[in-house]
T-cell receptor, first 111, second 116 residues
């Protein structure tokens, strides 16, 4: 069963504008959420994370928002840059070692 | 500080052959995880190992798949009698300890298996 869902397979955004990636989850036991970025032919690299006790975490151009009541999180990238073009995976953990991943959203930043 | 090293990067096998994928974790990491990514899907957990121990193999298919992490040497994911449905990218990840404060895993570049 798919416990983490990224319903938008792709997103196209103009350079300098905001990219908003969405992620929904079903498991109420998830207590930690992460975003990974992946370039073609490379492994995923950690981008940013948030604990379930927070509703926002910011790191430079990247901000993750968590809405526990809606079981929804989002990643904001502002301003978007060409190097941000990649696949972004949402992942979640339920107080153990196992990460559940969404199917990914491919972001394309247009010049 | 070298990252997670996986080899081979690409592997082609015919149906019925065996595939062996190797993973060396980051220096200082003793926890290894294998994930599989099928086309158009996210990464799916397969197995979690510590040195000489399989901690959780709940994501491994019951047959043909096995994993080990010996005292010396890399972790090995072994697929016997491969079938076309085994074609996927296999990612290895490591962490210094499970359930760490950040929950972050460090991934290798993956091994792409193609079964003809």
């Amino acid at each position: 069963d798919q416990q983490v869902k990224q319903n938008s397979p792709s997103l196209s955004v103009q350079e300098g504008r905001i990219s908003i990636l969405n992620c929904d989850y079903t498991n109420s036991m998830f207590d930690y959420f992460l975003w990974y970025k992946k370039y073609p032919a490379e492994g995923p690299t950690f981008l940013i994370s948030i604990s379930s006790i927070k509703d926002k975490n910011e790191d430079g151009r990247f901000t993750v928002f968590l809405n526990k009541s809606a079981k929804h999180l989002s990643l904001h990238i502002v301003p978007s840059q060409p190097g941000d073009s990649a696949v972004y995976f949402c992942a979640a953990r339920a107080n153990d070692y196992k990460l559940s991943f969404g199917a990914g959203t491919t972001v394309t930043v247009r010049a | 500080n070298a990252g997670v090293m996986q080899n081979p990067r690409h592997l082609v096998r015919r149906r019925g052959q065996e595939a062996r994928l190797r993973c060396s974790p980051m220096k200082g990491h003793s926890h290894v995880y294998w994930y599989r990514q099928l086309p158009e899907e996210g990464l799916k957990f397969m197995v979690y190992l510590q040195k000489e121990n399989i901690i959780d193999e709940s994501g491994m298919p019951k047959e043909r798949f096995s994993a080990e992490f010996p005292k010396e040497g890399p972790s090995i994911l072994r697929i016997q009698q491969v079938v076309r449905g085994d074609s996927a990218a296999y990612f290895c990840a490591s962490s210094p300890k499970p359930g760490s404060n950040t929950g972050e895993l460090f991934f290798g570049e993956g091994s792409r298996l193609t079964v003809l």
